[in-house]
Nanobody, 127 residues
Framework: QVQLVESGGGLVQAGGSLRLSCAAS????????LGWFRQAPGKEREFVAA????????YYADSVKGRFTISRDNAKNTVYLQMNILKPEDTAVYYC????????????????????WGQGTQVTVSS
């Protein structure tokens, strides 16, 4: 069974940085796509970024392009989301998700397409 565990959320001032981690276990993820989504209060869960485990191809939502970086560490089976120049509108619960066992590329951006999810981690950006 795929397990995803996020960590690294917290409170930060606007303009600051945070790094989220997603530890993945239970499968060989070579053909998976790992993604980050976020959900603000009263809003639908939205796509943030994704990485194809094999090859390391990345894809970003326009709203975070140039500020966020997704990466992976094969040895640790961990995906990271480095978030810089944070804005109050980035405040949300951030979720790690996995699409697999054989996922296509470019990645799906509908949250309903991802079968595996972590528990989420809160990110709050104060103005």
């Amino acid at each position: 069974q795929v397990q995803l565990v996020e960590s690294g959320g917290g409170l930060v001032q606007a303009g600051g940085s945070l790094r989220l981690s997603c530890a993945a276990s239970g499968r060989t993820f070579s053909s998976y796509v790992l993604g980050w989504f976020r959900q603000a209060p009263g809003k639908e869960r939205e796509f943030v970024a994704a990485i194809r485990w094999s090859g390391g191809y990345v894809y970003y939502a326009d709203s975070v392009k140039g500020r966020f970086t997704i990466s992976r560490d094969n040895a640790k089976n961990t995906v990271y989301l480095q978030m810089n120049i944070l804005k109050p509108e980035d405040t949300a619960v951030y979720y790690c998700a996995a699409d697999g066992p054989v996922a296509g590329w470019p990645p799906l951006r509908r949250y309903q397409a991802y079968p595996y999810w972590g528990q989420g981690t809160q990110v709050t950006v104060s103005s």
